[in-house]
Nanobody
Framework: QVQLVESGGGLVQPGGSLRLSCAAS????????MAWYRQAPGKLRELIVT???????NYGDAIKGQFTISRDNAKNTVYLQMNSLKPRDTAVYSC??????????????WGQGTQVTVSS
């Protein structure tokens, strides 16, 4: 199967930075897209950024210039560098992967999410 494990969340003061990690393991040879989403309390889940297997990045309008996605293929890990954090960035941040070849009859997987709280 597939596991996506996020880490790096926590409490940060406004203006601070965090780097989230999403480590993928299992049958991940056919990943075609990975993404970061977030969901704030009482709000719909919001797409932050996608990155394709070819390295193409597509950022959501709400965070352009503030967040940066990167990846380490050797570690099967994608990162989300978050700068200039604001209280409105408080949310659960989740990693997502879509597969060209379904794994275990599923074409996509989610991580468990990591809480980011921006507060003084």
């Amino acid at each position: 199967q597939v596991q996506l494990v996020e880490s790096g969340g926590g409490l940060v003061q406004p203006g601070g930075s965090l780097r989230l990690s999403c480590a993928a393991s299992g049958s991940i040879f056919s990943i075609e897209v990975m993404a970061w989403y977030r969901q704030a309390p009482g709000k719909l889940r919001e797409l932050i950024v996608t990155i394709t297997s070819g390295g193409n990045r597509n950022y959501g309008d709400a965070i352009k210039g503030q967040f940066t996605i990167s990846r380490d293929n050797a570690k099967n890990t994608v990162y989300l560098q978050m700068n200039s954090l604001k209280p409105r960035d408080t949310a659960v941040y989740s990693c997502y992967a879509r597969f060209a070849v379904p794994v275990g009859a599923r074409a996509s997987y989610w991580g468990q999410g990591t809480q980011v709280t921006v507060s003084s």
